[in-house]
């Protein structure tokens, strides 16, 4: 049987504007040149005024804005474009409490271009090496194609039967599977050593063998590698020694031998180049004890909506006649018009954003920017700022997840700042990092024959007055990839 109901919903909806400025938001500076570009090239309505020299007055943003208020109060009918406010967004945020001027005293040296060295990559340099042999075009191709499924480690983890299965497909190639493995042999002879290993073990084993063999060391090394791995990765040097005869002095010589291998030869040639660069979006100096914040010039860039664009829509609305085609080129003209205005408005409360939140950030951990010690690092979570600021949790985590500020101590990421409470013996709260602090350096200057478990670790906290369950210590520990103390010993 139907029935029918009355049911209330309340729905919240972002906005295509809001959208767009929430994804402004987390963009990092080194990205926001690609994406403003990107707009610029999409939108003609949409100038850099830096980029253009033409003398017209000054005022552009302020001017334009009543413009556009007085050319949509003339027209009568009606665009179906609904206006966007971005402060309707951001609600109770005021965007006089900052100011959007910026410090420009490193905006030179930002735009000065960094030379970059001309270098070969690692899949280059072993296709030269591969050009130089005496080869048969099939070998060739199955040589080609064996580096072509290199990871960038320098390992070849795809199956044999499925690089025959390529060549069979793509190239035409029929080949066995003593084929490929013969090609694999000579690839592995290649530079740098280890390269084409299909594991860690052949890596370290390849890289071995092309040592002394007549060397007693190398030899031990080798039979470690090659029958003792899963010992030898445990730190299980007890068992070493029995297994391979070898007295505890003996062992740390083969076991340094072994420790000096590359377990990832792919790396040994990566073009630098690839890795991002970080540019800081805020900077934060101490000037005799008063931090000063300065937002990265780059945040700031100078855009203006189109003077002719403003013309020409002008000159259409007031045409005495507008048929079919008129209209839609007003359309036209006015989408492009407030796509602009709404992206200039979305950049502007990105840098008003950016400085309210750090700002926030900053006064919470003063005492930390004046000294760069983590020990002064208060308790803050993302729920602390958002209340200081008016905003909501999201953009501060939005924030705080993909932005970098520059002090006189280092580059950080602002999500580093945000910690956990922990309470003393005499019920002060302190940071999550002050504890991590303590336990990287007691781990630091432990003894390494004899390295401390985390039991041990324990007792050592509550003798600071941090009372830490054993499970928490080795939470911290590893949140810092520190090994268990097994793992970190040392012959």
Same mark, same amino acid.
């Given at each position: 049987?139907?029935?029918?109901?009355?049911?209330?919903?309340?729905?919240?909806?972002?906005?295509?504007?809001?959208?767009?400025?929430?994804?402004?938001?987390?963009?990092?500076?080194?990205?926001?040149?690609?994406?403003?570009?990107?707009?610029?090239?999409?939108?003609?309505?949409?100038?850099?005024?830096?980029?253009?020299?033409?003398?017209?007055?000054?005022?552009?943003?302020?001017?334009?804005?009543?413009?556009?208020?007085?050319?949509?109060?003339?027209?009568?009918?009606?665009?179906?474009?609904?206006?966007?406010?971005?402060?309707?967004?951001?609600?109770?945020?005021?965007?006089?409490?900052?100011?959007?001027?910026?410090?420009?005293?490193?905006?030179?040296?930002?735009?000065?271009?960094?030379?970059?060295?001309?270098?070969?990559?690692?899949?280059?340099?072993?296709?030269?090496?591969?050009?130089?042999?005496?080869?048969? %075009?099939?070998?060739?191709?199955?040589?080609?194609?064996?580096?072509?499924?290199?990871? %960038?480690?320098?390992?070849?983890?795809?199956?044999?039967?499925?690089?025959?299965?390529?060549?069979?497909?793509?190239?035409?190639?029929?080949?066995?599977?003593?084929?490929?493995?013969?090609?694999?042999?000579?690839?592995?002879?290649?530079?740098?050593?280890?390269?084409?290993?299909? /594991?860690?073990?052949?890596?370290?084993?390849?890289?071995?063998?092309?040592?002394?063999?007549?060397?007693?060391?190398?030899?031990?090394?080798?039979?470690?590698?090659?029958?003792?791995?899963?010992?030898?990765?445990?730190?299980?040097?007890?068992?070493?020694?029995?297994?391979?005869?070898?007295?505890? !002095?003996?062992?740390?010589?083969?076991?340094?031998?072994?420790?000096?291998?590359?377990?990832?030869?792919?790396?040994?040639?990566?073009?630098?180049?690839?890795?991002?660069?970080?540019?800081?979006?805020?900077?934060?100096?101490?000037?005799?004890?008063?931090?000063?914040?300065?937002?990265?010039?780059?945040?700031?860039?100078?855009?203006?909506?189109?003077?002719?664009?403003?013309?020409?829509? /002008?000159?259409?609305?007031?045409?005495?006649?507008? %048929?079919?085609?008129?209209?839609?080129?007003?359309?036209?003209?006015?989408?492009?018009?407030?796509?602009?205005?709404?992206?200039?408005?979305?950049?502007?409360?990105?840098?008003?954003?950016?400085?309210?939140?750090?700002?926030?950030?900053?006064?919470?951990?003063?005492?930390?920017?004046?000294?760069?010690? !983590?020990?002064?690092?208060?308790?803050?979570?993302?729920?602390?700022?958002? %209340?200081?600021?008016?905003?909501?949790?999201?953009?501060?985590?939005?924030?705080?997840?993909?932005?970098?500020?520059?002090?006189?101590?280092?580059?950080?990421?602002?999500?580093?700042?945000?910690?956990?409470?922990?309470?003393?013996?005499?019920?002060? !709260?302190?940071?999550?990092?002050?504890?991590?602090?303590?336990?990287?350096?007691?781990?630091?200057?432990?003894?390494?024959?004899?390295?401390?478990?985390?039991?041990?670790?324990?007792?050592?906290?509550?003798?600071?007055?941090?009372?830490?369950?054993?499970?928490?210590?080795?939470?911290?520990?590893?949140?810092?990839?520190?090994?268990?103390?097994?793992?970190?010993?040392?012959?």
């Amino acid at each position: 049987m139907l029935k029918q109901h009355l049911q209330q919903k309340l729905l919240q909806k972002l906005s295509p504007q809001q959208i767009q400025f929430i994804k402004l938001l987390q963009v990092p500076t080194v990205a926001l040149d690609t994406r403003i570009k990107e707009e610029l090239e999409d939108n003609p309505a949409l100038e850099d005024s830096s980029l253009i020299s033409l003398e017209e007055p000054k005022g552009e943003y302020d001017d334009l804005q009543d413009d556009r208020d007085d050319f949509d109060s003339e027209r009568g009918e009606d665009t179906g474009m609904d206006e966007f406010n971005v402060d309707d967004y951001l609600q109770d945020d005021s965007s006089n409490d900052y100011s959007t001027s910026y410090s420009n005293g490193d905006d030179d040296e930002e735009k000065k271009e960094t030379p970059i060295a001309i270098e070969t990559t690692f899949f280059e340099s072993l296709q030269q090496q591969l050009d130089l042999l005496p080869l048969s %075009d099939e070998d060739f191709i199955v040589g080609r194609q064996i580096i072509g499924s290199l990871d %960038d480690d320098g390992y070849l983890r795809r199956p044999i039967t499925s690089m025959i299965d390529d060549l069979a497909f793509s190239q035409n190639v029929m080949v066995e599977e003593e084929d490929v493995l013969e090609m694999l042999k000579l690839i592995q002879s290649f530079d740098p050593p280890g390269i084409a290993a299909r /594991d860690l073990q052949e890596c370290l084993s390849l890289q071995l063998k092309r040592k002394d063999a007549a060397n007693p060391l190398i030899k031990k090394a080798i039979e470690i590698v090659e029958n003792h791995l899963d010992e030898f990765t445990r730190k299980h040097y007890d068992k070493l020694e029995r297994a391979v005869g070898l007295n505890s !002095e003996e062992l740390k010589d083969v076991v340094a031998e072994i420790l000096r291998l590359n377990p990832k030869p792919g790396d040994s040639n990566q073009v630098t180049t690839k890795q991002m660069q970080i540019i800081p979006d805020f900077h934060i100096s101490n000037n005799d004890s008063v931090l000063v914040l300065t937002l990265n010039a780059r945040n700031a860039p100078e855009l203006r909506v189109s003077r002719s664009y403003m013309d020409m829509f /002008d000159h259409y609305d007031k045409a005495s006649q507008k %048929d079919k085609k008129m209209k839609e080129a007003v359309q036209f003209v006015k989408q492009k018009l407030d796509s602009a205005k709404w992206f200039i408005d979305a950049i502007k409360q990105r840098q008003q954003t950016l400085l309210k939140t750090m700002n926030a950030i900053m006064q919470y951990q003063y005492e930390y920017f004046l000294t760069g010690d !983590e020990r002064k690092l208060r308790p803050m979570i993302l729920k602390d700022i958002a %209340d200081k600021i008016g905003m909501d949790i999201s953009t501060v985590s939005r924030v705080a997840n993909s932005k970098y500020v520059q002090t006189e101590f280092g580059t950080f990421l602002l999500k580093s700042f945000f910690s956990e409470a922990i309470q003393t013996e005499s019920g002060e !709260e302190v940071s999550n990092k002050e504890v991590k602090k303590i336990l990287e350096d007691c781990i630091g200057k432990e003894d390494k024959r004899k390295p401390l478990a985390d039991e041990r670790l324990t007792e050592i906290l509550k003798e600071h007055g941090y009372n830490i369950a054993r499970r928490t210590v080795a939470k911290y520990r590893e949140q810092m990839n520190i090994p268990v103390a097994r793992l970190r010993k040392e012959l």
